[in-house]
């Protein structure tokens, strides 16, 4: 894929100095919305499109993201850390089977914008990029503390495996990617979820 305008140099130039208030409100915009239009659309997406609905104009995109799968590494990043930080907080809301279910439901969001960026995904697999290595576990870890919260309360059952949760939630990415994928996956993170609440009672290790 051919690189956009803007030299790496500049970049990290850029990314030395504190960003203005005004300014970091635009990156962080672009970084939310390029998540909706890559979700949607996939890494195919105009670039333009995501400056339009992030209200900047295209140079503002390249000034904060000098190539597309810049962008496409910080919008990764972002989701991972959104979704490892929502394990906690709805921990912290809501009854343990409960927390498992939204946060499951999320993972699938996650998933759709993963999907989006498969292909720039695969080209920063080949390249030093830290990406992999610094997001590797993160992810099945908040599965895995979300599962035995559940398992220790009782609110599903206790012979579950947070690795056999996160491997049928994993299904969700290979499914055929038609307009209904979606909501098709929502329902079955509800079927999921019966299955794990089924005989929680009488299973529970706790």
Not at 62 to 73: A, D, G, K
Not at 94 to 103: C, K, N, R
Not at 136 to 145: D, H, I, K
Request: aromatic residues 6%; hydrophobic residues 45%; contains cysteine.
């Amino acid at each position: 894929m051919a690189a956009e305008p803007f030299a790496i140099a500049e970049e990290k130039a850029e990314e030395a100095k504190p960003l203005r208030a005004d300014a970091q409100r635009n990156r962080d915009r672009l970084v939310e919305v390029a998540a909706a239009v890559f979700a949607e659309r996939g890494i195919d997406a105009s670039l333009e499109e995501i400056a339009r609905r992030a209200g900047v104009g295209i140079g503002t995109l390249y000034r904060h993201f000098p190539t597309r799968e810049h962008l496409v590494e910080v919008v990764y990043r972002r989701e991972v850390e959104a979704l490892c930080a929502a394990a906690g907080e709805l921990a912290q809301k809501h009854p343990s089977d409960v927390a498992l279910e939204q946060w499951m439901q999320r993972f699938v969001d996650y998933i759709a914008t993963k999907r989006g960026l498969a292909t720039s995904l695969r080209i920063l697999l080949t390249t030093n990029s830290t990406l992999f290595s610094d997001t590797s576990g993160r992810v099945s870890q908040a599965l895995r503390q979300l599962v035995e919260a559940a398992v220790a309360e009782g609110t599903i059952r206790g012979d579950v495996d947070a690795s056999d949760v996160l491997h049928a939630l994993s299904g969700i990415y290979s499914a055929p990617d038609t307009p209904e994928w979606r909501d098709r996956s929502r329902r079955l993170v509800s079927l999921l979820m019966d299955g794990l609440r089924f005989g929680a009672g009488k299973s529970a290790t706790a």
